[in-house]
């Protein structure tokens, strides 16, 4: 072998140790950026790891985008761009995020240290959530399929809200149904007196109190195409309500009068009767009957005009304070636990150490 061949050996023999040790370093950089990515901060030595925290990130999202009422994709946007107390709100979402993935991960640490576990009963509400979120999802799927315009899939859309998978998200309810376990016992610690129960009902009815009223609809818009009726239409329309009205205020059954006159396509099923509370009152299709509602009292009729139809209406029955009682009581004691949960954040035990490197890299 002349000294030709012999250096080019050598050669060959450096270069694939060089693509060794290139392969080498790429792969221990792979596994060291999927360790650093993997999760977001710690409390009390335990990892919030990047999935928890886009999963409340995106349960945040969904909480804020509601708060604002928003309706379309554009407005949406505009809001994600904007500063709400002078705060981006994007990074008012990361914040409340964390904040969220905190008290999650000291509540499970609690109810790892109090002996808690998930037995079967819980192993098997998990799996009918899953159950229920795939058959759902299978429906808007079928039902996008059915209308032949190509639109995200249902697990496409959980991903881009949640930015994990079912399997991921089944791993995370698990966590939480144990949390709402150590909630559940630890609540049952806390005593709630009959005067404080009695005050709260009594300062806050509307908040806790349903309504339930009979209404007979006619339409003032095509439900089929959205097109409002003409004016001389819409008045043909209101003396035919008036009429209706007459009847009722003159005893004629209103069950009945709904089954006969009411524009619903429902009536059959719910003959004229609707349930109310005071939240529905951020519906706008329900607004204006739910102020009516709250502000009349049993036996009282009207007409009612919303946005899409004249509604004859009768409020037909209010809940008393015996029968809210059980929901005044947890909005109570989910007040006072959630101030003991907050001094627990508060303990320097739990102090939030972040990973800047994972949390700049994932986005709103």
């Known amino acids: 072998m002349d000294m030709r061949e012999k250096i080019g050996g050598k050669k060959k023999a450096v270069i694939a140790v060089i693509a060794v040790l290139a392969v080498a370093l790429a792969v221990g950089c792979g ?43 554009a407005s949406k946007e505009a809001f994600w761009d904007s500063k709400i107390e002078g705060v981006d709100a994007r990074e008012l979402a990361k914040q409340r995020a964390l904040d969220s993935c905190k008290e999650f991960k000291i509540q499970l640490l609690k109810a790892k240290e109090k002996g808690l576990f998930l037995n079967d009963k819980d192993m098997q509400e998990v799996e009918n959530s899953i159950t229920t979120l795939l058959s759902q999802m299978a429906q808007f799927n079928q039902a996008a399929k059915n209308t032949g315009v190509k639109i995200m899939s249902a697990e496409e859309m959980f991903k881009d809200t949640y930015g994990i998978n079912i399997e991921e998200y089944k791993e995370i309810l698990k966590d939480l149904r144990l ?27 509307d908040t806790f109190d349903k309504i339930t009223i009979r209404h007979i609809i006619f339409y003032t818009v095509n439900p089929k195409t959205e097109v409002s009726l003409s004016a001389e239409d819409k008045q043909k329309l209101y003396d035919k309500a008036k009429d209706a009205l007459q009847k009722v205020n003159k005893g004629e059954d209103m069950e009945a009068l709904a089954l006969e006159l009411s524009e619903d396509s429902g009536v059959e099923g719910n003959k004229g009767l609707l349930e109310l509370n005071y939240t529905k009152a951020s519906e706008p299709k329900l607004a204006d009957l739910v102020k009516w ?20 209406v009768r409020l037909e029955k209010r809940t ?22 907050k001094e627990w954040t508060e303990e320097s035990q739990y102090d939030l150490k972040e990973n800047e490197f994972a949390l700049r890299r994932i986005k709103v």
């Open 179 to 205: 949390v709402f376990k150590f909630v559940e016992d630890e609540q049952k610690k806390i005593s709630v007196t009959e005067e404080e129960l009695e005050n709260r009902y009594n300062e806050n009815k």
């Open 31 to 73: 596994v060291w950026y999927s360790y650093a990515t993997s999760y977001v901060a710690t409390v009390a030595g335990e990892k919030i790891t990047s999935k928890e925290y886009k999963y409340f990130l995106g349960s945040v999202k969904i909480q804020m985008e509601n708060d604002a009422q928003l309706e379309d994709q």
């Open 320 to 341: 008393e304070y015996k029968d809210v009682v059980q929901n005044v009581k947890n909005v109570i004691l989910a007040e006072k636990y959630n101030n003991i949960l």
């Open 293 to 312: 509602a709250f502000e009349h009292k049993v036996g009282d009729t009207d007409i009612v005009e919303t946005d899409y139809a004249y509604h004859v």
